[in-house]
């Protein structure tokens, strides 16, 4: 099945421990992003990127890392998780680089503390 | 000032009613204009992507893009219970590579 996944769904932290949210895609696509969802605030990107070893910043890069050194993972990275970083994630992928055909995955609900 | 915006609602209709969602914009840059709807406790789906102004037909669904007053709206013909979800909008220039902005999403609940 088509899919993107995201581990884990559901992660309750403390302020300034490290954490890292996988996302992986099984359809071979060269785009991927992150997001997060506010109450208010819609869908924020955090990161993108068009093909392996090329990511950029998108709205909202501060406080997150990325990495893309294969095409199917694209993990996000929390240094230093802090309370604001509370929210909804989802991970999305596009098969071509424009990026505006995006499948989105289920979510990670994050909680810092 | 945001650069899309979208009523968060919520929009309450009876089923069968034609429903209508919208956007404005104000950076005249964006070219490509997508509507995602999202379920609760999922993620958004792609329901419609446009490129430039006109309309775009689908089934029950129709996009429209006015350019010239930097306005997107979402038709929803014979409204069912199933369409109750999030609608957000989405867009992106030509030129600003992948980045892509959303709106806030608009809720809807159809009436049975």
């Known amino acids: 099945e088509a899919q993107v996944t995201q581990n884990p769904r559901y992660l309750i932290t403390v302020t300034g421990k490290k954490l890292t949210v996988t996302c992986s895609q099984n359809?071979?696509?060269?785009?991927m992003s992150w997001y997060r969802q506010d109450p208010g605030l819609g869908l924020r990107q955090i990161y993108y990127?068009?093909?392996?070893?090329?990511?950029d910043k998108g709205d909202v890069p501060e406080g997150y890392k990325v990495s893309r050194k294969e095409k199917r993972n694209f993990p996000l990275i929390l240094e230093s998780p802090s309370p604001n970083q509370t929210s909804l994630y989802f991970c999305?992928?596009?098969?071509?680089?424009?990026?505006?055909?995006?499948?989105f995955g289920p979510g990670t609900r994050l909680t810092v503390t | 000032q945001k650069e899309v915006e979208q009523d968060p609602g919520p929009l309450s209709v009876p089923e069968g009613a034609i429903v209508s969602l919208n956007c404005t914009y104000s950076?005249?840059?964006?070219?490509?204009f997508m509507w995602y709807r999202q379920y609760s406790r999922k993620g958004p789906e792609l329901l419609m992507y446009t490129y430039s102004s006109g309309n775009k037909e689908d089934g029950r669904f129709t996009a429209q893009v006015d350019k010239s007053s930097k306005y997107i709206s979402l038709f929803i013909r014979d409204s069912q219970p199933s369409d109750s979800a999030t609608y957000l909008c989405a867009m992106r220039s030509y030129s600003s590579a992948s980045k892509i902005i959303f709106g806030s999403g608009t809720r809807l609940s159809i009436r049975p």
């Open positions: 999305a992928s596009s098969l071509g680089s424009s990026g505006y055909e995006q499948y």
């Open positions: 359809m071979n696509h060269e785009y």
């Open positions: 990127s068009m093909n392996v070893e090329v990511t």
């Open positions: 950076n005249s840059a964006f070219q490509y």
